[in-house]
């Protein structure tokens, strides 16, 4: 009979909880990763359903009633449970009635948020789309998150938060601040202070090299397959996650599949855990009570 994993770890004092990014270990099914997440001590997961581009890796279990009811065990026997759910892309042709059953399958998981990239460069349409997300989702108990992204027609955190408002700021909004688009866009902590706090519902946490891409291919391919572990490369953490509210969950989204692969996926979530919480604890120790959060 197979062993069961231990149950999720209680988070440290003082730290807020953590999710394991299922692009941190893309490869990896989806029941599999509630397994390492749990054995490394995160308190959530996130599950990628959807591609984030055409024929891009994803774990569609709307479509496959099996791995679900598997996916849903483990959550019962480990006390993991899912955090969020990717990716929804608001493109010209958006429709949110084709995303039924990925809402229908989120609530069965007991997910709270959905990520979503925007791509619809007419801003008025790409307002309506996400408003019509927003209220489809609510009727699962989904709170759909805008990450900005620069290579996206939503390229920081002023235009995110300009989307919401011209969406009407649906009572389900969030806007998403993952630190390397951050660190990659024409964003500033001091902005971070100036969102309301009820848009704010996780934040994804990595480093990179300081070098940024100069093509759009560049900074893709960083995001994707070559993120650094905190306290390695050369964004500056310490600020941004002083002006995080300091109970936000942070989901830990490190994919470098080279590094993952000869170090164990297993040891890989663990180390990227560790240093994810570290770099938490050094923004709480360099006085991030004195510094802009949040409102």
Do not use: K
Request: net charge negative.
């Amino acid at each position: 009979m197979p062993m069961r994993p231990a149950l999720a770890a209680a988070r440290p004092a003082a730290l807020p909880a953590f999710s394991l990014a299922h692009l941190t270990l893309l490869s990896t099914a989806p029941a599999a990763l509630i397994d390492i997440a749990t054995a490394a001590g995160y308190q959530h997961v996130g599950l990628r359903l959807l591609p984030s581009a055409p024929g891009g890796m994803a774990w569609p279990l709307m479509d496959d009633p099996v791995a679900l009811r598997e996916v849903q065990a483990r959550l019962r026997d480990s006390g993991v449970t899912v955090f969020d759910l990717e990716i929804v892309r608001l493109s010209a042709d958006f429709n949110a009635s084709a995303y039924l059953r990925f809402f229908e399958t989120g609530a069965a998981l007991g997910a709270q948020a959905v990520l979503v990239g925007a791509d619809d460069t007419d801003a008025a349409r790409c307002a309506a789309s996400y408003a019509a997300l927003c209220e489809a989702a609510a009727r699962f108990g989904l709170r759909p998150n805008i990450e900005f992204m620069p290579w996206t027609a939503v390229r920081n955190i002023r235009d995110a938060a300009r989307l919401i408002r011209d969406a009407g700021t649906p009572a389900n909004s969030g806007l998403l601040i993952d630190a390397l688009h951050f660190a990659r866009s024409d964003s500033h902590v001091a902005e971070v202070a100036e969102v309301p706090r009820g848009w704010l519902h996780y934040a994804q946490v990595c480093d990179a090299p300081a070098a940024i891409p100069t093509t759009v291919d560049g900074l893709i391919h960083t995001a994707r397959e070559e993120r650094q572990l905190p306290g390695e490369g050369g964004i500056a953490l310490t600020p941004l996650l002083a002006a995080l509210p300091a109970d936000l969950p942070l989901s830990v989204e490190i994919p470098h599949p080279a590094r993952a692969a000869a170090m164990g996926e297993a040891e890989w979530a663990r180390e990227a855990l560790r240093t994810s919480q570290r770099a938490v604890q050094v923004a709480r120790d360099a006085g991030a009570a004195g510094l802009p959060r949040s409102r």
